[in-house]
């Protein structure tokens, strides 16, 4: 439908339209970017909880560069415990023999 408007258009001189790339924005997000805000918030639910936190009540620690530099550095290895075995461990293998 959309050929046959533009072939019209052009044989009676008239503008056609392009094709635009950029579609609008979402009131909220185009607010939050002249803000310069992010529209997307960072949620979090624990297990067995109803309703999402979200991140920016949670404080400075849990903003998404902290928390992209927490996750981005290599685990550190955990120690494993030593067993200490006591000096005395033999068995005594000693009966009680009574005549």
């Known amino acids: 439908m959309r050929k046959v408007n533009d072939r019209i258009c052009q044989e009676f001189g008239l503008s056609i339209i392009e094709n635009l790339e950029e579609k609008g924005k979402h009131y909220a997000e185009w607010s939050a970017e002249k803000k310069g805000q992010?529209?997307?918030l960072l949620k979090f639910r624990a297990q067995g909880q109803e309703r999402f936190t979200?991140?920016?009540?949670l404080g400075a620690d849990y903003n998404l560069e902290t928390l992209r530099d927490c996750v981005g550095k290599a685990k550190q290895p955990r120690r494993k415990k030593k067993i200490r075995l006591e000096k005395n461990t033999r068995i005594n293998l000693f009966m009680d023999i009574q005549a």
């Open 54 to 57: 979200r991140s920016k009540t």
């Open 38 to 40: 992010s529209s997307k």
